[in-house]
């Protein structure tokens, strides 16, 4: 099934860092996609604009180039290619400076849509909102996407929203997390919200607990200098888990607009209860036959950063009290998976006797791989042998789901970008919901630094350390197993 295509209306697209590495990587390639199933309208501008002095040729070269490598099967058609670079131009820009801006403003119209993409360091976001004012360039209708890391505490995210809110309006400011930009993610809230189903069981009567995990089996080789500075706790739980962690805890909002969803989730991060230092464990990975230890990867023998964390945390409302969610996310895991996990209660009286009664429904969504979500159900196991019961699921993964023909499954990065050309903020963090997200994780980042909190090793390949288990195992309950 091919994805009906919702048109959008002619744009600039000035990324800003064109030539870095995310520029390669993930957005001019999603970009390319985007344009191939026809979803650029003809007229649309795609602007690089970096500290590399190239002019558009060299630009169009590199692009090519990245596209080929990081593009995926559609990279093959040559044709097409031709036809999108004939889109791209470039600006060599000095965010910090004067170079470059001149030029940019002749070259970004004001009668189409025009969106900036800040893909630098956060360091430059305040000099770029600026200079887009100062050079006539932005206008009302102008929209900006900032990447991640969004701050590395409250107040710095304070600082960075008031430096953007100096120069534009909220309802233009897009603060990408693309794990919102995810095909499951967003089939989470039509799951929830578009069956009868699921809903009158999604509360603390029904559900004994909730699992996110996100694990990598990459090290922080090549990015340890950052990744040193920031954590897990940082890296992933303030904002992709705790993303996820709203989409699932969340009310159902009025609408799905931008902000019913945004009002939703921050009454979440602001019910979420401090966390009890018991009910966390930090974990650094040793070295092991395929690998350096954090520590070396890092390049800091001292360093006390976790690479993985694991925590129990509570949700103060009438829907979630008593019903923990467990949160666990690490670098240099056994599998590369990402997985939401709704463990339902046991029945409240079997008809069963022995075993045959201890049976539960599960509903896991995963988020890679195979985008998905299945259901665990509990029948009778076929064929003759008296009532014996089986688990089963009933699997909704999507490929399979929607039969064998093309499903076009984008990419979360072109997703999140066709939804700021046309202008939807739903998928996006409001600054309010960022600053309540550092507002909780703040006091737990200065809980362990004020113990000298020591991270426990784990080897790497392995489910992370043994505290981890414990943390569920205490409660009675267990992980789920990290598997590709
Ligand atoms: P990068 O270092 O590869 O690229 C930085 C880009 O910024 C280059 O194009 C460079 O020319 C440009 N630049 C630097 N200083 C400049 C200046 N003074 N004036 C004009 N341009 C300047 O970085 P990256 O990995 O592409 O990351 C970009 C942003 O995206 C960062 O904020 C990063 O945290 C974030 N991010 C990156 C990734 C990723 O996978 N790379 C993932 C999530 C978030």
């Known amino acids: 099934m091919v994805a009906r295509v919702i048109p959008v209306d002619p744009f600039d697209l000035v990324i800003f860092g064109g030539t870095g590495d995310l520029a390669r990587r993930k957005i001019l390639p999603g970009l390319f996609r985007r344009y191939r199933s026809g979803q650029m309208p003809d007229g649309s501008r795609i602007i690089g604009a970096a500290r590399s002095d190239l002019d558009g040729a060299g630009y169009r070269k590199m692009i090519a180039d990245a596209i080929a490598e990081f593009g995926g099967d559609e990279a093959g058609d040559q044709d097409c290619l031709s036809k999108f670079l004939t889109c791209l131009d470039y600006v060599p820009i000095d965010a910090k400076g004067t170079g470059g801006w001149s030029e940019l403003a002749q070259l970004v119209r004001k009668d189409v849509v025009q969106a900036f993409y800040f893909s630098v360091a956060p360091s430059l976001f305040g000099d770029l909102a600026e200079r887009l004012h100062t050079n006539g360039i932005a206008s009302a209708n102008s929209r900006i996407v900032v990447e991640k890391p969004f701050g590395r505490d409250l107040e710095s995210a ?12 909220e309802s233009q400011i897009y603060r990408i997390d693309h794990y919102l930009g995810k095909e499951t993610v967003q089939n989470l809230m039509a799951v929830r919200f578009g069956n009868v189903l699921f809903e009158p069981l999604w509360n603390n009567h029904y559900v004994d607990h909730i699992q996110i995990t996100v694990a990598e089996t990459v090290s922080v080789a090549g990015r340890g200098a950052y990744y040193d500075r920031s954590g897990a706790m940082r890296d992933m739980v303030q904002n992709h888990l705790m993303q996820l962690l709203c989409l699932i805890a969340m009310e159902p909002p009025s609408q799905f607009g931008a902000d019913a969803v945004r009002d939703e989730k921050l009454k979440v991060i602001r019910a979420l209860q401090p966390v009890d230092a018991h009910h966390i464990v930090r974990g650094q990975y040793d070295a ?49 998976s990402s997985e939401i996990t709704v463990v339902f209660k046991d029945l409240g009286h079997s008809i069963f006797e022995g075993d045959e009664a201890r049976h ?25 042998g008296g009532m014996r019961l089986i688990d089963v699921p009933l699997d909704m993964t999507f490929a399979d789901a929607l039969g064998d023909k093309e499903v076009e499954v984008a990419d979360a990065y072109e997703r999140l970008i066709m939804d700021v050309i046309r202008g939807n903020q739903t998928l996006f963090m409001r600054g309010d919901e960022v600053e309540a997200a550092w507002r909780w994780t703040d006091p737990l980042i200065e809980g362990w630094e004020a113990r000298n909190d020591v991270p426990k090793l784990y080897d790497a390949g392995s489910a992370g350390p043994e505290d981890a288990m414990m943390l569920m195992h205490r409660d009675n309950r267990r992980w789920r197993d990290i598997k590709a």
């Open 158 to 169: 304070r600082a960075l929203n008031r430096t953007l809110a100096t120069h534009f309006d």
């Open 288 to 336: 092991g036959p395929d690998g350096k230890s954090y520590r070396e990867d890092a390049e800091n023998p001292r360093s006390f950063t976790e690479s993985f964390i694991a925590m129990k945390c509570h949700i103060a409302n009438w829907r979630w009290a008593d019903v923990p969610f467990y949160l666990r996310t690490g670098k240099r895991l056994k599998a590369r």
């Open 360 to 384: 539960r429904n599960i509903l896991s969504i995963r988020l890679q791989p195979n985008e998905g979500m299945d259901l665990q159900v509990t029948i009778k196991e076929p064929g003759p």
